[in-house]
Nanobody
Framework: QVQLVESGGGLVQPGGSLRLSCAAS????????MAWYRQAPGKQRERVAQ???????VYADDVQGRFTISRGNAKNTMYLQMDSLKPEDTAVYYC????????????WGQGTQVTVSS
């Protein structure tokens, strides 16, 4: 069984910063990619940023240059540094992992709320 746990969400003023963390545990022997998604009220879940096993990254257009995705020294950890936050960044942020071994599968965290408001 694999579990993903996010942390670091909260309330921040426009222009502020937050750092989200994701810790994965369980039977993990090979990761294809990890990513952050978000879902705002009344909207579909969307991918914010992705990092591959080779550390290549992809960002959504509206966060490019403001958000930075990274993997931790503990390889089953992932971060999202969010700077210059805007009210439209308000959403529940989810950690996602695409697993290769011991079996191909994908997993989601429970989500962490990020609210950008003055």
């Amino acid at each position: 069984q694999v579990q993903l746990v996010e942390s670091g969400g909260g309330l921040v003023q426009p222009g502020g910063s937050l750092r989200l963390s994701c810790a994965a545990s369980g039977r993990i022997f090979g990761i294809k990619s990890m990513a952050w998604y978000r879902q705002a009220p009344g909207k579909q879940r969307e991918r914010v940023a992705q990092i591959s096993s080779g550390s290549s990254t992809v960002y959504a257009d509206d966060v490019q240059g403001r958000f930075t995705i990274s993997r931790g020294n503990a390889k089953n950890t992932m971060y999202l540094q969010m700077d210059s936050l805007k009210p439209e960044d308000t959403a529940v942020y989810y950690c996602y992992m695409e697993l290769l071994a011991p079996a191909r599968d994908d997993y989601w965290g429970q989500g962490t709320q990020v609210t950008v408001s003055s």
